[in-house]
């Protein structure tokens, strides 16, 4: 059975940090992307960061770059996301997402068709 669990979610002020985690099981990691996703309530859901299988490639949302940061541990099938300085628009449930790294690149990154495999979410709030 795939599953993707997130962890690491939580309620922090203005200019915390959280590191969330994306605990893969059921498939072949190495063989996949892993991005991250957010919806705030009446908002689609975006494209946050995405680091890939074959190269460590990161990618990051331009609302999001020089304070969220993205790593992977194949060893531990494990994706982690740091993020830091946040902030009250970074609100959402946060979603982790597979998707086959061939189809993963510098155009598909952030659009959520391109991934097979999604987890159930985990909430963050940053008051102010």
């Known amino acids: 059975e795939v599953q993707l669990v997130e962890s690491g979610g939580g309620l922090v002020q203005a200019g915390g940090s959280l590191r969330l985690s994306c605990a893969a099981s059921?498939?072949?990691?190495?063989?996949?992307?892993i991005g991250w996703f957010r919806q705030a309530p009446g908002k689609e859901r975006e494209g946050v960061s995405c680091i890939r299988n074959s190269d460590g490639s990161t990618y990051y949302a331009d609302s999001v770059k020089g304070r969220f940061t993205i790593s992977r541990d194949n060893a531990k099938n494990t994706v982690y996301l740091q993020m830091n300085s946040l902030k009250p628009e970074d609100t959402a449930v946060y979603y982790c997402?597979?998707?086959?790294?061939?189809?993963?690149?510098?155009?598909?990154?952030?659009?959520?068709?391109?991934?097979?495999?999604w987890g159930q979410g985990t909430q963050v709030t940053v008051s102010s």
């Open positions: 997402a597979a998707g086959r790294g061939t189809f993963i690149a510098t155009m598909t990154w952030s659009t959520s068709v391109f991934y097979d495999h």
């Open positions: 059921g498939f072949t990691f190495d063989d996949y992307a």
